[in-house]
C-alpha cells in the first residue's frame, strides 16, 4: 500500500527539484526526506528516482506515479471539504495570502466580511509573491490566495492548484507630464498600440517592482514589445510608490487601475491595451470548503467596492490632465 504522505514528498520534489528544498519547504531534514522516497520506492515494486549529477531526479515511473497522486490528493480535498460541509457553521483558522496591492485594496474589506458573516472564522494573512503561491499552497502554509497574473506574464499552469477569476483590470502608464505628450486617458487609450504609447518614454528612466516578480517581468516585457529595453532606475512593489516618484518626475511606470485611487494630484494616467487579472487560488478540490467558498464570496464584494474606489480615484487623477489641455 502506498503512503499518501510519502506521494505528498514524491510530487514536491518533483515541483522543487531538490531534496533540499523538499526539505526547507515541509520543515524536515533532507535526510529524512530521502529515507522516505527510499520507503516510497520499496513499496512501489520499481526505481521512482535516479541519480544525475548530483541531484535527484524522477524515473518515467516516478512521472507516472506523480500523475497519479495528484489525483489523490485531490481527492482527499475534496474529502476535507464535504466533511468541513457538514459541521455546523464555519470557524478556525484560514490562512490567506496575498500580493502586496491586494492588501489595501481587498483583502480589508475581504476579511471585514467574512467577520459579520462568520465571526468563528480566524484569518491570518501573509504577504506573498503570486510566484510563491502554488508552493506555500501544497505545503500547507497557505489555505487560499490572491494571485495575479498580467499579459506578457500568463500563470504557469499547475494541475495542484484551482483557481476562480476576481477581477480584470486595465493597466496604467504613470508619468509626470507634461499632459501633452501623453495620451489622454480613456476606455481605449483612442486605440493606440503599446508602442505608440510606451514609445515616447524609451529613453526615460523607469520604475518597475523587484526583480524575480511578476511585476518585474510584465514591465521588461511589455517595453521590449514596445521596442526598447527600459532603463530601470526603481524597483518597488508597493504602487502608491510608483505613483508618487512618478509624479515627480523619477520615471514611467505600471499601475493597475485598482491602485489609481492612490494617484496623487500631479500623475499623468494613460490607459494601455494590458490587463491584469486577479483571482482566489487553492489546493484542487479544496473550492467547495465551507471557509474558501465563504473567502471568495467575500472577496467579490470587496472587489466590486474597490473598483468602485477606483473609478473616483482615476477620475480625480485625470482633472490635472483636463485643465491643461
Given at each position: 500500500m502506498l503512503d499518501v504522505r510519502r506521494l505528498h514528498?514524491?510530487?514536491?520534489?518533483?515541483?522543487?527539484?531538490?531534496?533540499?528544498?523538499?526539505?526547507?519547504?515541509?520543515?524536515?531534514?533532507?535526510s529524512a526526506v530521502s529515507q522516505q522516497l527510499s520507503v516510497l520506492e520499496r513499496e512501489a515494486g520499481v526505481p521512482l528516482l535516479e541519480r544525475s549529477g548530483r541531484r535527484v531526479v524522477l524515473t518515467p515511473a516516478g512521472r507516472t506515479l506523480v500523475a497519479h497522486a495528484d489525483a489523490v490528493?485531490?481527492?482527499?480535498?475534496?474529502?476535507?471539504?464535504?466533511?468541513?460541509?457538514?459541521?455546523?457553521?464555519?470557524?478556525?483558522?484560514l490562512?490567506?495570502?496575498t500580493f502586496p496591492s491586494g492588501g489595501p485594496a481587498i483583502v480589508p474589506a475581504t476579511l471585514a466580511a467574512l467577520a459579520q458573516r462568520h465571526p468563528a472564522l480566524e484569518p491570518m494573512v501573509r504577504e506573498i509573491d503570486s510566484a510563491r503561491v502554488s508552493d506555500g499552497l501544497r505545503a500547507g502554509e497557505l489555505d487560499v490566495a490572491l494571485v495575479h497574473d498580467y499579459d506578457f506574464v500568463p500563470a504557469t499552469?499547475?494541475?495542484?492548484?484551482?483557481?476562480?477569476?476576481?477581477?480584470?483590470?486595465?493597466?496604467?502608464?504613470?508619468?509626470?507630464?507634461?499632459?501633452?505628450?501623453?495620451?489622454?486617458?480613456?476606455p481605449a487609450a483612442r486605440g493606440e498600440t503599446l508602442a505608440e504609447l510606451l514609445g515616447?518614454?524609451?529613453?526615460?528612466?523607469?520604475?518597475?517592482?523587484?526583480?524575480?516578480?511578476?511585476?518585474?517581468?510584465?514591465?521588461?516585457?511589455?517595453?521590449q514589445a514596445a521596442g526598447f529595453q527600459p532603463r530601470i532606475r526603481h524597483q518597488v512593489n508597493d504602487f502608491r510608490t510608483v505613483l508618487a516618484l512618478a509624479a515627480i518626475?523619477?520615471?514611467?511606470?505600471?499601475?493597475?487601475?485598482?491602485?489609481?485611487?492612490?494617484?496623487?494630484?500631479?500623475?499623468?494616467?494613460t490607459r494601455l491595451p494590458l490587463f491584469r487579472r486577479s483571482k482566489v487560488a487553492f489546493r484542487a478540490g479544496g473550492g467547495t470548503h465551507p471557509a474558501i467558498a465563504a473567502?471568495?464570496?467575500?472577496?467579490?464584494?470587496?472587489?466590486?467596492a474597490a473598483e468602485d474606489a477606483s473609478?473616483?480615484?482615476?477620475?480625480?487623477?485625470?482633472?490635472?490632465?483636463?485643465?491643461?489641455?
Open positions: 514528498l514524491l510530487r514536491e520534489l518533483d515541483r522543487r527539484g531538490t531534496i533540499a528544498a523538499v526539505a526547507e519547504a515541509l520543515t524536515f531534514t533532507a490528493l485531490e481527492r482527499l480535498e475534496l474529502a476535507v471539504s464535504e466533511l468541513a460541509g457538514v459541521r455546523e457553521g464555519i470557524g478556525g483558522p490562512r490567506i495570502g499552469p499547475d494541475t495542484t492548484v484551482d483557481q476562480v477569476p476576481l477581477l480584470e483590470e486595465p493597466m496604467y502608464l504613470a508619468t509626470a507630464g507634461p499632459a501633452d505628450s501623453a495620451s489622454p486617458p480613456g515616447p518614454w524609451a529613453g526615460s528612466a523607469w520604475i518597475t517592482a523587484r526583480d524575480g516578480t511578476t511585476g518585474h517581468a510584465m514591465a521588461v516585457r511589455a517595453c518626475g523619477q520615471g514611467a511606470g505600471f499601475v493597475p487601475e485598482m491602485a489609481t485611487v492612490h494617484a496623487p494630484q500631479d500623475v499623468v494616467l473567502f471568495v464570496d467575500a472577496a467579490r464584494t470587496a472587489v466590486g473609478r473616483r480615484g482615476r477620475a480625480q487623477a485625470e482633472q490635472p490632465m483636463r485643465s491643461r489641455q
